[in-house]
């Protein structure tokens, strides 16, 4: 290899330049897009997050809900059936005295 092949191949074109400075100039704006995007995700996920606390918090409340309606369905048929039997007194009552 003879010196001036060698001097040619360490030269530096303006187009080697430029490759590079656009290589740069995107390689940090790609960068700076995706760091951009990971905080939007990250706000969006914690607005997520929020939402399913508070999706959560209404689901027990009406598991609650659900078991308050159940014990008072059963108080009410308790008393129901508590008035069949005053029903059936008073008729056995009204038929032994022949009234009514």
């Known amino acids: 290899m003879d010196e001036n092949n060698l001097i040619s191949f360490w030269q530096?074109?303006?187009g080697n330049l430029l490759t590079i400075a656009t290589m740069l100039v995107g390689g940090i704006y790609f960068i700076s897009q995706i760091k951009g995007q990971v905080n939007?995700?990250?706000?969006?996920?914690v607005s997520v997050e929020e939402r399913v606390k508070d999706?959560?918090?209404i689901l027990v409340e009406q598991g609650k809900q659900g078991e308050r309606m159940l014990m008072?369905?059963?108080r009410v048929q308790a008393q129901g059936?508590?008035?069949?039997e005053?029903?059936?007194r008073v008729n056995r009552f009204y038929?032994?005295?022949g009234k009514e």
């Open 40 to 45: 939007f995700l990250t706000d969006r996920m």
């Open 55 to 57: 999706l959560v918090n």
């Open 95 to 97: 038929e032994k005295t």
């Open 72 to 74: 008072l369905a059963e």
């Open 86 to 88: 005053n029903e059936r």
């Open 12 to 14: 530096i074109s303006l």
């Open 81 to 84: 059936k508590r008035l069949d």
